[in-house]
């Protein structure tokens, strides 16, 4: 039985087939006559039986192709989100988040933008075209209008010919750029509209579609989502690890630089600072001290 992998190569044998199928019907009709000439036929049916056949055949193909690209999809969805969880670089991570929606929707160019947590205002943090190579700023091809009411409504934007679409089409960006087919969603995170992820096309018209691309494009932006979240905590980490370190340091050098000795304990009398003039009047190493009770 041909597994999720062969699907491929079973719609090629399914249009192989009904290309058989056809084959022998035409063949049949022309013995049919061959045979009507002699006072003979075909079984009843036989025809009509094969026609049915080969008619089949080709929603059977249709429906697997369509399966196919919905596995796709979903395996593309599992590896973003694997990655996601194996890795804190959240450029990497929405470079391939952008790489795998443009290669699944067929969108020449995607954008991830983000809202500046201190100004508020929209920049571009990922540009990617179909050759999963980075956009340079100064050739972005984008319609800025779209990206605006998608951040401020927190609502998607499908449109399948923006330069048809009366509520697009004035736009400046879109009418220079000769923009077709966009697809934008908010990037939100804890309930807040952080950004947008952006996808269009110049050349095809309704390109995206609203029941199979708008909810996988939904998903990645979940993902993206995550995946700076994860960024943005590690880096608060990061940052509070430091600071600690800072802190540590500054009150060891005071310690050590005080002529008398000094002791400190917790709550629970456990000795946690013993600095070197202690160490000297007591003549006991510090090794021995420090995480002992204080009575012994």
């Known amino acids: 039985m041909a597994g999720p992998g062969d699907n491929g190569t079973v719609q090629d044998e399914l249009n192989q087939l009904r290309t058989i199928v056809a084959d022998i019907i035409e063949a049949l009709r022309s013995q049919r006559d061959i045979l009507r000439q002699r006072g003979m036929g075909l079984p009843p049916g036989t025809l009509s039986g094969l026609k049915g056949v080969y008619d089949n055949l080709e929603p059977l193909a249709v429906n697997l192709a369509a399966d196919s690209i919905e596995l796709a999809q979903l395996r593309a969805l599992a590896e973003t989100t694997a990655l ?52 340079d700023e100064g050739s972005f091809i984008v319609s800025r209008t779209i990206v605006s009411q998608v951040a401020q409504t927190g609502e998607p934007v499908l449109t399948t010919n923006a330069l048809a679409d009366p509520a697009y089409s004035a736009s400046e960006s879109i009418v220079i750029h000769g923009l077709r087919s966009i697809l934008c969603v908010p990037l939100i995170l804890k309930g807040e509209v952080t950004g947008v992820v952006y996808v269009d096309n110049r050349i095809k018209d309704a390109l995206f579609d609203e029941k199979k691309h708008l909810p996988l494009i939904k998903a990645f932006a979940d993902q993206a989502a995550i995946a700076l979240d994860n960024a943005r905590l590690f880096e608060h980490v990061q940052r509070t690890l430091v600071e600690i370190t800072e802190i540590k340091e500054l009150m060891d050098n005071v310690f050590a630089s005080i002529a008398s000795g000094v002791i400190t304990t917790d709550v629970q009398e456990t000795v946690n600072t013993y600095n070197v003039a202690a160490e000297r009047i007591l003549l006991e190493p510090i090794d021995h001290v420090l995480g002992h009770l204080l009575h012994e």
């Open 84 to 135: 996601v969880n194996s890795s804190l670089d959240v450029n990497q991570v929405l470079n391939e988040v952008m790489d795998t929606v443009i290669a699944l929707t067929g969108a020449e160019r995607g954008y991830v933008v983000l809202r500046d947590e201190d100004t508020g205002k929209m920049q571009y943090r990922i540009a990617r075209n179909l050759d999963r190579e980075t956009i």
